[in-house]
Structure formats: structure tokens, C-alpha cells
């Protein structure tokens, strides 16, 4: 019989709540919603963890689709994002490498500079020349990067170091071509450039003492590129500072205690390129990046003929950029003395602002390099967008620092009045395209990674022309420093517009669903979520609108099936519904028996 209880047990109606009349310990207990069979949603893998949102088990309440603005999130996961780490990774330690070159360039001018006028003037014309001839194969950095990222992403270790190997076969060849050149036509190159008898007696020992050096820089470039493809700015960072420490020592030993005056200079900034290769070297060997085997084989013409035909682009590319400014000077060279000490004042701070934007497409091209490797184009879109705001923000910054500072800057650099106003004059005006030069240098970072230098060389192509027509008008116009600084400037317009013209087209490297704008981002979570804080970034990988819609009408077919059980039992109304077992009546008949 069935024991007697001071509740009356609670029967199935038409619309309660449902609950199980437990008959041991006498107690209504609510019904647990068994768990779905489907209990996450499959997703792309990622080396993010999923936010919580998106693993949420669908078994429970689901969670609400409503929050579909991102004003629904606490404003730290608004301005915050998961790939910062890996950017600021990046970025920071680049920033730091970039900051080394001048400074390795300020030691040598101020050693040199005690030694006379016409020492320190043939150093400064030597440097011209040699960092012009070493610049334009710097596409040896920029192509190593994208394959050694794209080999990383799909775990090929052997194929990082054939790349890397067949980068220092090519790196080597280019670097002796070059030092067998400014060796023997240094002298003529000198005279060309204009250089006076006294000038050329220090400038030609001084340029065949660097010139020894260019193996190991474009052998850098290749190491440098290795690491960043491993997304790996520290130990280039480490290496540099190594460098910077043995060219120290060397310049007060060879220069002052020895007396080998430039050429002495020459040497010490020379044997601290070797350092640094050395260290790289021996970095690179000991993690494994390069086999040995891989190096004493030559590489064949197809596995170096596509790093070659991208770094004609590139080399374009940097020539006619390189060629604009130069003629820009000569332009200003004609306006007088203050005209050009003013230019050269525009230019350093010009350059030395663009640091902080170098340094994040650094960061761009090796992480868009990586996702894309991996086919993963959400994740490159998301890094795109989250390094476009920070060189945005920073760029604003920036604009806003010049501005503020407009008169004190320039008195940095000369005590002239005259000069002070003239490049007080221009410098809003460079200022104000901060924020543009941020955004083209970013944009630069994703089509390197994507290795995209066609478009890049073209793009420059088109750029070059535009400029060069506007420098043309300006020398036959007469105009002044402030005219010639905005044809300058075509150069970041032109970049601006072309870059975005290829990241936002059909053909997008980010895919077409970014150019659309149909990848954008739908957060998907409970209030509860978002109040508890549970949420950290819900990105390209979180679970979708439709998927939580999916999950949701699962959830009420299960809810059906449980109504269908309890509108069985009603047909036995009176009886007893066990919570353990929710058997229908007749067990509960089997019971009183």
C-alpha cells in the first residue's frame, strides 16, 4: 500500500510546473532537465580558448540571443582583446630593435665628430650611400617572414630550414656582389655625389671599411625574418643590443687607442654586424631553424626564382619611395640654408614618430603571415582590426603630442630663429597625417604578410607619379618648404588608398566575407553571463546566431518529449509519477499492489 502523507501528492495538470513525488523521503522534488545529446557546438580549432559564451552547455537554459551590440559587454572586454599578447609581443621588443640603428648611428657621429669637420662630413656621405645600397634588399627580411610563418602554422619544421637556408645562399651572393662593388667604384660614386678632395680622403676608407659588412647584413635580414616568422622579436632584440655593446668597445679602442681614425670607426660598426650574425647564428642553429645539411646544399633557381621575383617588387618599391624624398630635398636644397635645416629638423622627427607605428606592422605582417598559413582568415581579420585601432589611437596621440609641442620641438634641433618658424610652420601639417600614416603602415604589414608585393609595387608605382608630377610643378612654381612637404605627402595618401583598396576588395587576402563585411562579429551571451563577468572576448570563433538557434530548437523537441510524458500520465490521473524512473501509471498501480 501506498504510505500515507500529509501532502497530497502532486498530480499532472495542464500547465504546472512539473515535479516527482518522491515516496521514500516523502519530498516533491523538481524535474532535472536531462542533458542534450548534443552538448557543444563543433567549431574550427583555434589556439585561443573559447570564451564562455561560446562553450556553454546547451543542456542548461540557453543562452540569449538578444545581446547582439557590443555595448552589452563591461567596457574592459570592449577595449581589450585576446590577440593583444601576442601583438604587444611582438611589437614592443620590435620597437626596441628599431630604436637600436640610430642610436649605433648617433655613437659612430659623435666618435667621429672629434676627429674634424671633413672626417665627419665624409662619414655622413658614406652613410647615404651605404644604407641606400643595403635598403634596397631589405625584401630578404620581408619575404623570409610570410614563409617562415606559413611553414610554423602547418608544424614543417624542414621546411623552415630549407627557407631559411636558401634566404643566406641568396643573402651571401647579393652581399659579395655588393662589397665587390662599393669596393672599387667607391671613389667614382664620391665624385659623382660632389665630394670635395679633403672629403673624399676619409670617405673611401671609411665606405670599403663598411662595405665588408654587407654579407652579414642581408644574412640578418634572412635570421631576422626566421625569428619574426616564429613570431619572435626578443631574440633579434637581444642580439642587437650585442651588437651595439662590441661596436661601443671597438670605436673607443680602434678609433682613440689605436688611432685608426674612420677607418677605425668603419671597422668597429662592421665587426659588431658580424657579432650580431654570429649570435643569430649560433641562436638559430641551437633551436633547431636550420639543419646543416639544408645549408651545404646550394638552393635550385625554382626555390629561390619566386623570393627574387616578390623582392624585385619590393626593391621598386623602396627605390621610388627613396627617390621622391631624395628629389624633394634637392627641391629644398634651392629655397636656401633655412629652408633645408628646417627640412632635415620635419624629416628626423617625421621618421622618429613613424617608429611607433613600425613597430605594429612588424607585429601585423608576422601574425597575418601565421593565420593565414594556417587558412585561419577570421583570425587575421580580427588581428588586422584590433592592430588598425591600437596605430590609430596611437597615431591620434601622436598628433595630439605635435601639435601641443609645435614651437618647443624645432628648438631642439637648432637655435636659429628663422629656422625654428619655418619648421614650426610645417609641422601641423605633418602632425595631421599622423593618423593616415598609421593606418598605411599597418595596411603595409597585412599585404607583406600575405605577400601581396605586386600590388605593393604597383600601388608605389601610381604614388611616384602622382608625387613626381606635383615636385615638377612645385620646381617650376617656386613653391615653398610648406608646398613641398604636401606634394611629400602623396606618398602616405597613395599608400593609404591603395592598401585599402586591395584589403577591402573581392580579392581580399583576408577573404571575401571580411571585404563584405559579413564576418562582423555577433556576440552571443546571457545577461547573467556578461554581469558575472564571464565573458573575456567573443570573437570570429564564438558560437554563431544560428548555431545557438540550432541548439535552442533542440532543446524544445526535448521539451516536447518530457510534455508527451507527462501527458501520458495524465490518462492515469491520480497516480504517482516516480521521479527516479518518470514511469507511467501502471507501475504506480504495480506499487499499491
Not at 38 to 64: E, L, M, N, V, Y
Not at 293 to 304: G, N
Request: with cysteine; glycine share 8%; hydrophobic share 50%.
Amino acid at each position: 500500500m501506498l504510505l500515507a502523507s500529509s501532502k497530497p501528492p502532486i498530480r499532472a495538470t495542464s500547465r504546472p510546473s512539473i515535479a516527482f513525488y518522491n515516496v521514500k523521503q516523502r519530498v516533491s522534488t523538481p524535474l532535472r532537465k536531462p542533458a542534450l545529446p548534443f552538448r557543444s557546438i563543433p567549431r574550427r580549432p583555434s589556439i585561443f580558448p573559447r570564451p564562455a559564451a561560446a562553450t556553454a552547455d546547451f543542456g542548461a537554459t540557453p543562452p540569449s540571443t538578444t545581446a547582439t551590440s557590443v555595448s552589452a559587454f563591461p567596457i574592459w572586454a570592449r577595449l581589450t582583446s585576446p590577440y593583444d599578447k601576442e601583438i604587444f609581443k611582438l611589437a614592443i621588443p620590435a620597437l626596441f630593435s628599431m630604436l637600436l640603428d640610430p642610436l649605433m648611428g648617433m655613437v659612430d657621429t659623435a666618435i667621429v665628430g672629434r676627429l674634424g669637420t671633413e672626417p665627419l662630413a665624409a662619414v655622413g656621405l658614406s652613410t647615404v650611400l651605404y644604407n641606400f645600397s643595403n635598403f634596397i634588399w631589405n625584401f630578404l627580411l620581408y619575404t623570409t617572414t610570410p614563409r617562415i610563418a606559413a611553414a610554423v602554422s602547418k608544424d614543417d619544421r624542414a621546411g623552415v630550414s630549407k627557407i631559411t637556408a636558401q634566404g643566406l645562399w641568396v643573402a651571401s651572393a647579393i652581399g659579395l656582389v655588393m662589397t665587390t662593388i662599393l669596393w672599387t667604384q667607391c671613389p667614382r660614386m664620391f665624385t659623382g655625389m660632389g665630394a670635395t678632395p679633403g672629403v673624399l680622403e676619409h670617405a673611401v676608407p671609411y665606405l670599403r671599411g663598411r662595405c665588408i659588412a654587407s654579407p652579414a647584413i642581408l644574412m640578418f635580414y634572412v635570421l631576422a625574418g626566421t625569428f619574426r616568422g616564429f613570431k619572435d622579436t626578443m631574440t633579434p632584440l637581444m642580439a642587437g643590443v650585442i651588437s651595439n655593446i662590441v661596436h661601443l668597445g671597438l670605436d673607443i679602442a680602434l678609433v682613440f687607442w689605436l688611432g685608426m681614425g674612420v677607418t677605425g670607426a668603419a671597422l668597429a660598426t662592421s665587426l659588431s654586424h658580424w657579432a650580431t650574425l654570429i649570435v643569430l647564428g649560433a641562436l638559430v642553429m641551437r633551436k633547431g631553424y636550420l639543419k646543416l645539411p639544408d645549408l651545404y646544399t646550394p638552393p635550385k633557381w625554382s626555390d629561390v626564382a619566386p623570393t627574387l621575383k616578390n623582392g624585385v617588387f619590393l626593391s621598386t618599391r623602396s627605390i621610388l619611395a627613396m627617390s621622391m624624398l631624395m628629389w624633394a630635398t634637392k627641391l629644398i636644397a634651392g629655397f636656401g640654408a633655412v629652408s633645408l635645416a628646417a627640412h632635415e629638423i620635419l624629416r628626423q622627427i617625421w621618421v622618429f614618430s613613424n617608429q611607433a607605428f613600425t613597430c605594429l606592422d612588424i607585429a601585423t605582417q608576422s601574425l597575418i603571415a601565421f593565420y593565414l598559413g594556417r587558412d585561419d582568415k577570421p583570425s587575421a581579420a580580427a588581428v588586422f582590426r584590433r592592430t588598425l585601432s591600437l596605430t590609430l589611437v596611437a597615431g591620434v596621440v601622436i598628433m595630439c603630442a605635435l601639435l601641443y609641442s609645435q614651437s618647443m620641438l624645432p628648438s631642439i634641433f637648432s637655435r636659429d630663429p628663422a629656422v625654428i618658424s619655418k619648421a614650426a610652420m610645417v609641422l601641423p601639417l605633418i602632425a595631421a597625417f599622423m593618423p593616415l600614416d598609421a593606418a598605411a603602415s599597418v595596411m603595409d604589414g597585412v599585404l607583406l604578410g600575405s605577400q601581396e608585393a605586386a600590388w605593393m609595387s604597383r600601388t608605389m608605382i601610381v604614388t611616384a607619379t602622382c608625387c613626381a608630377v606635383g615636385l615638377t610643378m612645385g620646381q617650376r612654381a617656386g613653391w615653398g618648404l610648406l608646398a613641398t612637404w604636401v606634394v611629400i605627402k602623396f606618398l602616405t595618401v597613395g599608400r593609404l588608398i591603395g592598401n585599402a583598396w586591395k584589403i577591402w576588395s573581392a580579392e581580399s587576402p583576408l577573404g571575401k566575407d571580411f571585404a563584405s563585411g559579413r564576418d562582423t562579429i555577433v556576440p552571443v551571451a546571457s545577461a547573467e553571463a556578461v554581469s558575472g563577468n564571464t565573458i573575456e572576448h567573443v570573437n570570429g570563433h564564438s558560437a554563431t546566431t544560428s548555431a545557438v538557434n540550432g541548439a535552442r530548437n533542440v532543446d524544445e523537441q526535448h521539451a516536447e518529449k518530457v510534455n508527451g510524458v507527462v501527458n501520458g500520465s495524465k490518462a492515469g490521473e491520480g497516480e504517482e509519477i516516480d521521479a527516479s524512473s518518470a514511469a507511467p501509471a501502471s507501475a504506480s498501480r504495480s506499487r499499491e499492489g
